[in-house]
């Protein structure tokens, strides 16, 4: 299974942009790229999936060069609201990878 | 339309009773995971259905942890014995597993509590 390991934690203010890498050195042809967001006291909610080059949604970017050995979750103009702990993880059924494995995610404080 | 839901939302048990948690997976999902979160911690894979069929259960810390999904759809998570290192978040997630790129929904949670 493709490990994942990102900061544990990073600040930022209101109104910057906020770019999150992770690395993921073993992975597999098949496996995608995912990021969850997670706020307390809920579970962890998708926020944007990508397999190479560059994938945006209305919530974010994400940037996974060609080596695909790391990829990076751009937060454009944070507001306090996107304070929480978000998680990388690698995998997809296709390869296999069906015990998609949680780190210890990156958490954001958005300061005011 | 709904989400995943878990039940109940909290559990307060005493140390040596069986517990039983409840998933109730999106309409139509074929995917069905179990996971464990501690305070402060990433969600721990505990287990995995494809369907009725539990494909990995490597996550599972001992003999008094089980899970069962017999029709499919809604999946019991069932812990013996409770100690209070059982005591956490468990948390269920269903895809739809019907292309290879599926993302997790997740329900809200049960709160385990040992004493």
């Known amino acids: 299974l493709a490990k994942t390991t990102q900061p544990i934690s990073m600040d930022s203010y209101e109104g910057q942009e906020v770019n999150i890498t992770c690395s993921h050195n073993?992975?597999?042809?098949?496996?995608?790229i995912t990021w969850y967001q997670q706020f307390p006291s809920q579970g962890p909610r998708f926020i944007i999936q990508?397999?190479?080059t560059k994938v945006t949604n209305e919530v974010a970017s994400l940037f996974i060069p060609a080596d695909r050995k790391s990829s990076t979750l751009s937060l454009p103009r944070v507001s306090l609201s996107d304070t929480a702990v978000y998680y990388c993880?690698?995998?997809?059924?296709?390869?296999?990878?069906?015990?998609?494995?949680f780190g210890t995610g990156t958490r954001l404080k958005v300061l005011a | 339309g709904a989400g995943v839901s878990q039940s109940p939302r909290y559990k307060v048990t005493k140390r040596g009773q069986d517990v039983a948690l409840r998933c109730d997976p999106i309409?139509?999902?074929?995917?069905l995971y179990w996971y464990r979160q501690a305070l402060g911690q990433g969600p721990e894979f505990l287990t995995y259905?494809?369907?009725?069929?539990?494909?990995?259960k490597s996550g599972l810390p001992n003999d008094r942890f089980s899970a069962e999904r017999p029709e499919g759809s809604i999946s019991t998570l069932t812990i013996q014995r409770t100690e209070q290192r059982d005591s956490a978040m468990y948390r269920c997630?269903?895809?739809?597993?019907?292309?290879?790129?599926?993302?997790?929904?997740f329900g809200n949670g049960t709160r385990l509590t040992v004493t």
């Open positions: 997630a269903s895809s739809s597993g019907s292309s290879y790129n599926s993302p997790l929904h």
């Open positions: 073993n992975i597999a042809t098949n496996d995608y």
């Open positions: 990508g397999y190479k």
């Open positions: 993880l690698v995998g997809a059924p296709t390869s296999g990878t069906y015990k998609y494995i």
């Open positions: 309409s139509g999902h074929v995917s």
């Open positions: 259905f494809n369907y009725e069929a539990q494909q990995d």
